[in-house]
């Protein structure tokens, strides 16, 4: 089981060309864990010319597997999937240890990831052309016909975040695949043991030599040589607003998926249920210590209901579990490092000191920081706009809707939003007003299930996700056209 992927001191290999690879300039890094710095793994900082070579390889893979059937391409993926979850207990523990994700998410995570590469080989098989008869248009009669048909668009890099090191590089391999693209999967260097382990599921399911590849590496160091490099013909990236921006810049006519930061807020308006908004937006703030994109970042509610709903929520925060993710029901667990922890503490006492009141929390144990409520946070806060990627949650008390409306959009993010309210004209006032990728109507904002679309605007993405997105996403229409002699 999972042969040849590390070697002794837990030396990581890449896959490349179908074979586990070891580093050739013996230059590795150490994966610690955030639960107790113990090194789980060592893997390769790849060089250029490593990346050059894996890349050629991927290359050179194109052609025979766009010419490979959708329906044999879709079953490897079933293969892949079924192995996945035969693997639970081991990819679980890895997980645990590289990320400190809590057993139950962490298996939520895989059993999901699972379902999402069957659901994305089933849509595979109905993503069709279509063809388009000329006499809509003056003057050409049906004298023409064009086919318009779905090709691959090449080499596709697809570049993952630490905190689901399973199902965001899974969400873009498995679609890049089935579209007939090859990949090359850069993880993130915390997630990159995660990553290999899928990488080697995948081959075990058949995927044929260099049509699935792996860069280990700080992105730091060999992120702009990769995302710059001539054969990249299309990158799919998640992670923060701060790298999908600098990739933007630096990329020539290369196109990008991204999905990115945000900053989702909860918008409670005064005919909610108050007792469904505090459940959700305590899940939807805390869970994995707020380390998710869609993590709700801030809530706005209007100021007649905010002393019942702060209470409301108070009383579930005080009874989140923190600690190790290894003992059951832990959802506040050690953040993915001391950085991350650094920072959202800055987050913290900059709204204590300019006069938030704390309503609990504000302590910090290395990178352990309790789950911190704060009530009348307002917008000269950097915890009224910044995403902490922590277990920090800012309520701003607004006069009416409106307003709300108004500071949730003078965000620099727009992922998602949610509005608490029993009014449905009230709910579509608002979700129509929001400057965002989605709006869920009482309910915590969240990206599933799989197959919804799921996009970002401003600097929360480019593109739209979500099984049959992603697909047309990874190919380009070609339109063959017919021209009848009439
Ligand atoms: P990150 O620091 O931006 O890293 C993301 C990925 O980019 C990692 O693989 C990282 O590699 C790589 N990278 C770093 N510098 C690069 C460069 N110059 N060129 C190319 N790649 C580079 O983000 P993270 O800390 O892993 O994840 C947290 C962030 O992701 C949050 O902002 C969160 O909101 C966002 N996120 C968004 C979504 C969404 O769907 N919208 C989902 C999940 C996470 P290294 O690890 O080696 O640095
Ligand atoms: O971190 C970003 C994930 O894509 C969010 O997924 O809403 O299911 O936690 P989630």
């Known amino acids: 089981m999972f042969s040849n992927l ?12 179908g074979q586990w690879c070891n580093s050739k300039s013996q230059k590795f890094i150490e994966i610690r864990s955030p639960i107790n710095e113990e090194v789980v793994g060592r893997v390769p900082a790849m060089t250029k010319e490593e990346v050059d070579e894996v890349i050629k390889v991927a290359v050179n893979a194109k052609e025979k597997w766009r010419e490979t059937p959708i329906n044999e391409r879709a079953k490897i993926l079933y293969r892949a999937a079924d192995i996945l979850q035969e693997r639970i207990v081991d990819l679980s523990d890895i997980l645990i240890r590289e990320v400190a994700k809590d057993r139950k998410s962490a298996e939520s995570e895989i059993n999901r990831t699972a379902d999402f590469i069957r659901f994305t080989a089933d849509t595979s098989k109905s993503i069709y052309g279509e063809s388009i008869q000329s006499d809509s248009f003056p003057g050409f009669d049906k004298k023409k016909l064009s086919v318009v048909v779905r090709e691959p668009m090449g080499v596709v890099l697809a570049i993952s975040p630490f905190n689901y090191p399973i199902n965001l590089s899974a969400s873009k391999i498995a679609p890049a695949l089935v579209a007939g693209n090859t990949v090359v999967l850069k993880p993130a260097t915390k997630g990159s043991l995660s990553g290999l382990y899928l990488a080697k599921i995948f081959q075990e399911a058949g995927i044929p030599d260099g049509v699935l590849n792996t860069v280990t590496g700080r992105g730091s160091e060999i992120g702009d040589y990769i995302v710059t490099h001539p054969s990249i013909d299309f990158i799919n ?8 921006m600098r990739i933007s810049k630096i990329t020539n006519m290369v196109p990008l998926l991204m999905e990115l930061g945000g900053k989702d807020a909860a918008i409670v308006l005064e005919d909610a249920d108050l ?71 800055e987050l913290i006492e900059d709204a204590r000191n300019k006069g938030a009141h704390l309503i609990l929390g504000a302590k910090r144990e290395k990178n352990i920081i309790y789950p911190t ?22 309520i701003i008390r607004v006069k009416d809707k409106d307003e709300a409306i108004r500071i949730a959009n003078e965000s620099q993010y727009g992922l998602q939003s949610s509005v608490f309210t029993n009014n449905l004209d009230n709910a579509f006032y608002v979700a129509d007003k929001l400057e965002v990728g989605s709006v869920q109507i009482n309910n915590k904002t969240e990206r599933g299930p799989d197959h919804f679309p799921f996009l970002g605007v401003k600097s929360s993405g480019i593109g739209v996700q979500g099984i049959k997105y992603s697909i ?6 070609k339109g063959i056209v017919i021209n009848l002699k009439k």
Do not use: H
Request: aromatic content about 8%; proline content about 4%; glycine content about 6%.
């Open 6 to 17: 590390v070697g002794e001191e837990r030396k990581f290999r890449n896959l490349i060309n």
């Open 472 to 477: 047309e996403a990874m190919t380009r229409r």
């Open 373 to 394: 409520l704060f009530d009348y946070v307002t917008t000269d806060m950097r915890l009224a706009w910044e995403e902490p990627f922590g277990p920090v949650l800012p």
């Open 275 to 345: 007792d469904l908004a505090a459940r959700n937006i305590v899940e939807g703030a805390y869970s994995y210590s707020g380390q998710r994109c869609t993590a709700v970042k801030r809530v706005l509610v209007e100021e007649n209901i905010a002393d019942k709903l702060v209470e409301k929520i108070k009383v579930l925060v005080e009874n989140l579990k923190v600690g190790n993710p290894e003992e059951e029901g832990v959802s506040i667990v050690p953040l993915i490092d001391e950085n991350a922890a650094n920072f959202v503490w």
């Open 237 to 244: 990236f998640t992670g923060s607003s701060e790298i999908g």
